[in-house]
T-cell receptor
Framework: GAVVSQHPSWVICKSGTSVKIECRSLDFQATTMFWYRQFPKQSLMLMATSNEGSKATYEQGVEKDKFLINHASLTLSTLTVTSAHPEDSSFYIC????????????FGPGTRLTVT | EDQVTQSPEALRLQEGESSSLNCSYTVSGLRGLFWYRQDPGKGPEFLFTLYSAGEEKEKERLKATLTKKESFLHITAPKPEDSATYLCAAAGPGGYQKVTFGTGTKLQVIP
């Protein structure tokens, strides 16, 4: 149980284009999902908290206009990297908290984004 | 400010050589202490949640313990497939938005 999927698992795009990453909770409902970024040999950096039916909460220093988050249903959140640049290249990971559960977060497999 | 510190950064063990990973935390009003395993190029896999000092949880060769200041992940007779980065995280009274992650311990188990 508590399976989270992400799509795509990896993507290469050209500078200036936009990329959408999907995060789905497959066997549970998730009112709250989280988006993280992870640089090589570093820990997870929380980018934003996504709440179903409302605006996402972004961490300090994260550009909300660049990283658009939509949480359209209890099982789907999307992260769109707009006008991507090479410095946006990273490993993006989503997680979800089980509705009515405690504080555990269940993570997706991650998406490797490379901007050329 | 909440902090989670893991040590050592890297650990190399011979197969069968038991050891422990440390996670020190400074979180007022801890709501939960979590352990995750992360393989290269993948998302973290949930292992354990500990809620109060003195609590212990086990899963196969892993056992997690919690005190008021730190948590240990004990690995008994490890196998090469236990090689991974182990992440510790703590949730404070701010709820789910206040989960702080450590930088992880990279474990390598040599056959």
């Amino acid at each position: 149980g508590a399976v989270v999927s992400q799509h795509p698992s990896w993507v290469i795009c050209k500078s200036g284009t936009s990329v959408k990453i999907e995060c789905r909770s497959l066997d549970f409902q998730a009112t709250t999902m989280f988006w993280y970024r992870q640089f090589p040999k570093q820990s997870l950096m929380l980018m934003a908290t996504s709440n179903e039916g409302s605006k996402a909460t972004y961490e300090q220093g994260v550009e909300k206009d660049k990283f658009l988050i939509n949480h359209a249903s209890l099982t789907l959140s999307t992260l769109t990297v707009t006008s991507a640049h090479p410095e946006d290249s990273s490993f993006y990971i989503c997680s979800a908290r089980i509705e009515g559960g405690l504080y555990e977060q269940y993570f997706g497999p991650g998406t490797r984004l490379t901007v050329t | 400010e909440d902090q989670v510190t893991q040590s050592p950064e890297a650990l190399r063990l011979q197969e069968g050589e038991s050891s422990s990973l440390n996670c020190s935390y400074t979180v007022s009003g801890l709501r939960g202490l979590f352990w995750y395993r992360q393989d290269p190029g993948k998302g973290p896999e949930f292992l354990f949640t500990l809620y109060s000092a003195g609590e212990e949880k086990e899963k196969e060769r892993l056992k997690a313990t919690l005190t008021k200041k730190e948590s240990f992940l004990h690995i008994t007779a490890p196998k090469p497939e236990d090689s991974a980065t182990y992440l510790c995280a703590a949730a404070g009274p701010g709820g789910y938005q206040k989960v702080t992650f450590g930088t992880g311990t990279k474990l390598q188990v040599i056959p």
